[in-house]
């Protein structure tokens, strides 16, 4: 089944414990793409990844940190967490320009 | 930087009745268009798009957009709402230029659907 999975789902951590969310998708995808949804503001784009070693600064790339060394992998880091980072949190991925597959959200929540 | 508005935060309607979801963007020329809908605790996922052609789309469970370029809008609609139809719905768009690609979506309409 074509997927995009996360983990975890869900995530209560503490100010500066340093984290990574992982997405993986198994559709040969070369766009992947980071996302947080908060209430009100829509999806705002985090980074994303044309390919691999690609990445690029999305809208909102303050705090966060991503890798993509294998073309189906691409965790989204948060070295130091803090409160204004407690979001939910969404990867997609894309053949270039097409739809986006998007996985089913890590809620994250920093105290 | 292109931009996408959806003008309405929560639409509410009859089940049965007929919807229609605006959607605005700002960009100079034609972008990749697309509908999401999300239901509570789900991802996104998608309803339609528009890269060219036609200018009315159809769509998954009954929906379908118009893209009207003279009014740089995509609007969804359907005829006839069910109850299951309640969710978030977003519109974005994709603009690809200078090796990159950039998906910008509006702020999504909450559906709310009275029996």
């Known amino acids: 089944e074509a997927q995009v999975t996360q983990n975890p789902r869900y995530l209560i951590t503490v100010t500066g414990k340093k984290l990574t969310v992982t997405c993986s998708q198994n559709m040969n995808h070369e766009y992947m793409s980071w996302y947080r949804q908060d209430p009100g503001l829509g999806l705002r784009q985090i980074y994303y990844s044309m390919n691999v070693e690609v990445t690029d600064k999305g809208d909102v ?34 053949q270039q320009y097409n739809e986006q597959f998007f996985g089913p959200g890590t809620r994250l929540t920093v105290l | 930087a292109q931009s996408v508005t959806q003008p309405d935060i929560h639409i509410t309607v009859s089940e049965g009745a007929s919807l229609e979801l605006r959607c605005n963007y700002s960009y100079g020329a034609t972008p990749y268009l697309f509908w999401y809908v999300q239901s ?34 995509f609007n969804l609609r359907k005829p006839s709402v069910h109850w299951s139809d309640a969710a978030e719905y977003f519109c974005a768009v994709g603009v690809e230029g200078g090796g990159s690609y950039i998906p910008t979506f509006g702020r999504g309409t909450s559906l709310i659907v009275h029996p």
Not at chain 1, 80 to 93: G, H, I, M
Not at chain 2, 49 to 69: C, H, P
């Open chain 1, 61 to 94: 790339p303050e705090g966060y940190k991503v890798s993509r060394k294998e073309k189906r992998n691409f965790p989204l880091i948060l070295e130091s967490p803090s409160p204004n980072q407690t979001s939910l949190y969404f990867c997609a991925s894309s």
């Open chain 2, 40 to 73: 509570p605790g789900q991802g996104l996922q998608l309803l339609l798009k528009y890269f060219s052609g036609d200018t009315l789309v159809q769509g998954i469970k009954g929906f379908e957009a118009e893209f009207k370029r003279s009014q740089s809008s």
